[in-house]
């Protein structure tokens, strides 16, 4: 255990989880690493402002007693199976409250294209690797992820390498009485021409309580390909804070599908960088009742002939709210840009509510740029047809959410990966 203590935050001029940590040196870490954690403390602290932590997530910070993340509970091989969601033959890497597992990871029967390995193994045996490829960031939660570092996924593939099958990074969330607190940091680089289906599945076990800050790091090199499938389904006890920085460099593709599912409060920035002929998709299906849930894009095309679509589908119950926010921004003198921006968000309840915010900022004249937002119910109409069909009103609002959900999702070209996607909603 670290002797870092987080203690209730009581006094107004406490800043959350820093005020007793101390003793970098202990660590064990490379210089580099201590200096990296240093910056990245003074920055949270000179950034820190009440107004940079929305009101529900102040209230859980206050109301809870955390404790730092630490291998509770770690599933053998049989139990594990049963956590793995995509039931699709992979690559397994698995992460128990934020630190990497290897005994239970499937490390050792990668290519030897591909580097894999935990982020504190790599500070230990490998400093220089990342020395230059993790950042502190100027976010709130960046700089918090940067000072705690010290576990998550590394993850390189070699130029030209098409694994054979795909890689499952699973995350799983165990706790007792206290609140984990959990920053996880995954970088993902592909090199030149490299392809990767990347699986990725988020899961607390019943009960636990966590305070997961993630930050995911994605660099790919001149015309390489991700896709990346991911499910999150954690506990409603708890708050998901996630920063997502993806470079998508000349002629690369990203494509990202993201299903959140009756989880808790989640507070989600993706920062997308598209460089010269590269295309990034990206897909956002949302379940919430009553808990708030805020995902916020920021699109920055940065080269010319590049494409960019980023949708936002949710469904909101009970008392919860969802809010969308994309913001796309075009470098000026660039040439064939295409862009679309969707939101739209249905409600089942008279309580629940929903906020879009679009902004664009063009600085070229050569765009083609769409953006769309509806907010709104389920349709009488819509009801009394499938009522007439003899579906019971229950049975007919969740078949309609759940199409409106899976409509997002449309796209998957890998039809075991759809079926996966289908089954999670209908089974749950």
């Known amino acids: 255990m670290s002797d870092i203590n987080l203690s209730v935050v009581n006094e107004k001029e406490d800043i959350p989880f820093i005020s007793d940590y101390k003793n970098f040196d202990s660590l064990g870490f490379y210089p580099w690493a201590v200096a990296f954690k240093r910056n990245a403390m003074d920055t949270y602290k000179r950034i820190f402002n009440r107004k940079s932590i929305s009101p529900v997530i102040w209230d859980f910070i206050k109301a809870s007693k955390f404790e730092l993340e630490y291998e509770k509970v770690v599933p053998n091989l049989k139990n594990l199976l049963k956590y793995k969601t995509f039931d699709i033959e992979a690559y397994t890497i698995v992460l128990v409250n934020g630190k990497y597992i290897n005994e239970i990871s499937d490390e050792d029967d990668l290519p030897f294209s591909v580097y894999s390995d935990g982020v504190k193994n790599c500070l230990i045996d490998n400093p220089s690797f990342l020395q230059n490829r993790v950042f502190v960031g100027n976010d709130l939660f960046v700089s918090l992820n940067s000072a705690y570092l010290s576990d998550g996924i590394v993850l390189k593939v070699s130029k ?236 007919a609002r969740n078949i309609i959410y759940k199409s409106f959900l899976l409509s997002a999702f449309l796209s998957v070209s890998d039809g075991l990966v759809l079926d996966e996607f289908v089954k999670f909603y209908w089974d749950n």
């Open 160 to 395: 030209g390498e098409k694994l054979d099958k795909p890689i499952h990074i699973i995350s799983l969330y165990v706790s007792d009485e206290k609140v984990l607190f959990c920053n996880p940091r995954i970088v993902i680089e592909l090199e030149e021409g490299a392809k990767l289906d990347l699986l990725e599945s988020s899961l607390s076990l019943d009960g636990t309580k966590f305070f997961e800050n993630k930050v995911l790091q994605v660099d790919l090199k001149t015309g390489a390909e991700l896709n990346h499938y991911r499910y999150i389904n954690n506990s409603k006890d708890c708050v998901s804070v996630e920063r997502d920085f993806v470079e998508c460099g000349d002629m690369a593709k990203y494509n990202m599908y993201n299903c959140v599912f009756k989880s808790g409060i989640i507070d989600t920035k993706y920062n997308f960088n598209v460089l010269n002929n590269a295309s990034l998709n990206s897909y956002t299906s949302v379940y919430s009742n009553d808990v708030n849930v805020e995902f916020d894009a920021k699109i920055s095309h940065i080269g010319s002939s590049s494409l960019s679509d980023v949708r936002f589908l949710g469904v909101t119950d009970g008392v919860g709210k969802i809010s969308f926010v994309t913001s796309l921004q075009t470098s000026a003198l660039l040439k064939n840009i295409k862009t679309n921006q969707l939101s739209k968000i249905l409600l089942l309840s008279d309580s629940a509510a929903g906020v879009i915010k679009p902004f664009q900022s063009i600085y070229s004249q050569n765009v083609s740029a769409f953006h769309g937002a509806t907010v709104s119910g389920i349709k009488n109409d819509d009801l009394f047809f499938l009522n007439t069909r003899g579906i019971s009103e229950n049975d």
